[in-house]
C-alpha cells in the first residue's frame, strides 16, 4: 500500500446510476489531485485541491463532482456518465511544493470504472 | 502547447541488458522533471525526481539524466531484470507551487529472461 488508499477498486455503472468514488491519505500530504486515465493516453488532471479548498477544476464535466471535507479525504461524485467516461480514476497526494522534490506524488491504486 | 514524447509505447530487451527510456518536452520549461513506474491496475509509483540544473542523478540500478538544451531525460535500467517489466511514466513540473503537473503516455518496458 502507498499510503492513498481509494475505494471501490472497481465500479460497474449504468449512465443514469449515482455514485461516489473515495480517496483516503493519512501521510500529511497538504494537497490531493483527482486524475483521470485512459488507455495509451496520458494521465489527465481532474481537480486539485490544495489544504481543502479547490484551486484547480481543469474544464471537466460538471457530471463529475468533487469534495475535499477535510485534508485527508477526497470524494468524486459521479451521475449521467458517458460510456466515454469509463477508465481507470486514480487519486494522489502531496506534501507542500518544497517538499515535493522528495516525494514526489504518491498515488493510489485507483478504480476501475466501466459505464455501461 | 506543452507536450511529453516518450520514445516509444513499448521496449523489450534482454535481462542483464541496460534499459534506456526517452522522455522528450517541447513548450516547456521545467523546474523537475519526475519518473514513475506504474504496473497493471495500479497507480503510479514516485521512482525519482531531477531538478533543471542537476544533469545526472542515480538511485541503486536506476539512472536520469536532464538535457535542458535537447529539451530531454534519459531514464537508464542497469542490470535489469524481470521483475522491472512495468509502464514508465515521466512527468514535467514548473516552478510555481500552482503550476500543473503534466505526464507522458508512458513506455511499456518487458525484460525476458
Known amino acids: 500500500e502507498t499510503g492513498v488508499t481509494q475505494t471501490p477498486r472497481h465500479l460497474v455503472m449504468g449512465m443514469t446510476n449515482k455514485k461516489s468514488l473515495k480517496c483516503e491519505q493519512h501521510l500529511g500530504h497538504n494537497a490531493m489531485y483527482w486524475y483521470k486515465q485512459s488507455a495509451k493516453k496520458p494521465l489527465e488532471l481532474m481537480f486539485v485541491?490544495?489544504?481543502?479548498?479547490?484551486?484547480e477544476n481543469n474544464s471537466v464535466p460538471s457530471r463529475f463532482s468533487p469534495e475535499c471535507p477535510n485534508s485527508s479525504h477526497l470524494f468524486l461524485h459521479l451521475h449521467t456518465l458517458q460510456p466515454e467516461d469509463s477508465a481507470l480514476y486514480l487519486c494522489?497526494?502531496?506534501?507542500?511544493?518544497?517538499?515535493?522534490?522528495?516525494?514526489?506524488?504518491?498515488f493510489g491504486s485507483g478504480t476501475r470504472l466501466t459505464v455501461v | 502547447s506543452q507536450k511529453i514524447e516518450q520514445n516509444s509505447e513499448a521496449l523489450n530487451i534482454q535481462e542483464g541488458k541496460t534499459a534506456t527510456l526517452t522522455c522528450n518536452y517541447t513548450?516547456?520549461?521545467?523546474?523537475?522533471l519526475q519518473w514513475y513506474r506504474q504496473d497493471p491496475g495500479r497507480g503510479p509509483v514516485f521512482l525519482l525526481l531531477i531538478r533543471e540544473n542537476e544533469k545526472e542523478k542515480r538511485k541503486e540500478r536506476l539512472k536520469v539524466t536532464f538535457d535542458t538544451t535537447l529539451k530531454q531525460s534519459l531514464f537508464h535500467i542497469t542490470a535489469s531484470q524481470p521483475a522491472d517489466s512495468a509502464t514508465y511514466l515521466c512527468?514535467?513540473?514548473?516552478?510555481?507551487?500552482?503550476?500543473?503537473?503534466?505526464f507522458g503516455s508512458g513506455t511499456r518496458l518487458s525484460i525476458r529472461p
Open positions: 485541491y490544495n489544504f481543502k479548498e479547490q484551486t
Open positions: 513548450n516547456y520549461s521545467p523546474a523537475y
Open positions: 494522489a497526494s502531496s506534501q507542500a511544493p518544497q517538499d515535493r522534490s522528495l516525494y514526489g506524488y504518491t
Open positions: 512527468a514535467l513540473e514548473g516552478y510555481s507551487s500552482a503550476s500543473k503537473i503534466i
